[in-house]
Structure formats: C-alpha cells, structure tokens
C-alpha cells in the first residue's frame, strides 16, 4: 500500500497528550562554541618570556623547544623516582622525539637562530 503525506491536522494530533494539550517540543538551537583557551601557569609563562622572539609570541620552535625542555627535565626527575613507569618513560621518548624534530627544521631554516636556543638550553646533538 503507498504511502500519503500527512496533513497538518494529522501531524498536530499525534503530537497531542491523553489530555488533549499538545506536547512541548524541545527545538535544536545551534550554539556557536567559543573556545577560550586557559592562561599558561606562572613557570610555563617565565619560560615564554625568557624565549620569545616577539612580544606575544608562543608558537616560535624557540619558545616550543624551550617548553619542551622543561617537561623533559620534569620527567626526567620523575623517571628517577619511579624507574618503572614505562608509560610515561614512552611519553618522554615522544616528547624528545618532537623537540629533535623542531630543532632540525630551526637548523635547516636558520642556523644562528638554531646555535643561539641550543647553547641557551645546554643542548647539543
């Protein structure tokens, strides 16, 4: 048997409680989502100042490799205390991985700028 379209009338009382009232239905409203990314910490902010190349800067492979410096060092001390945690020795390896990856390309793009962070930050290959 074909299907036939419902008419208006039809549609308003399927909507209708026992009662007779008609239901509420909720409309989907679309939200713009604003996302506002949180103020780096106090000690994640002095290592941007003491790196940036430009007031405002933090997406530099300066300022990058410099954050990235400090969680190695950070864990680093915490593999010393906890020899056996391989889950975060396997953090630290991709961690190193990604510094040694920005610093290839600071060294292709700008030699004095890679020789300049790597004397700063005691790092040598």
């Given amino acids: 048997m074909p299907r036939t379209k419902k008419t208006a009338k039809e549609v308003k009382k399927q909507t209708k409680t026992s009662k007779g009232t008609p239901k509420k239905v909720a409309k989907k409203e679309k939200k713009e989502a604003v996302v506002v990314a949180p103020a ?73 700028r890679y020789k300049i962070i790597a004397q700063k930050l005691g790092l040598s290959k």
């Fill in 40 to 112: 780096p910490s106090a000690e994640k902010q002095v290592v941007i100042t003491q790196f940036q190349v430009k007031q405002g800067d933090t997406g530099s492979p300066e300022v990058q490799v410099a954050l990235l410096t400090k969680r190695i060092e950070k864990l680093v001390g915490h593999l010393k205390g906890n020899p056996s945690d391989n889950h975060s020795r396997r953090g630290l390896l991709g961690i190193v991985s990604k510094r040694r990856r920005l610093l290839n390309y600071l060294e292709k793009k700008d030699d004095r």
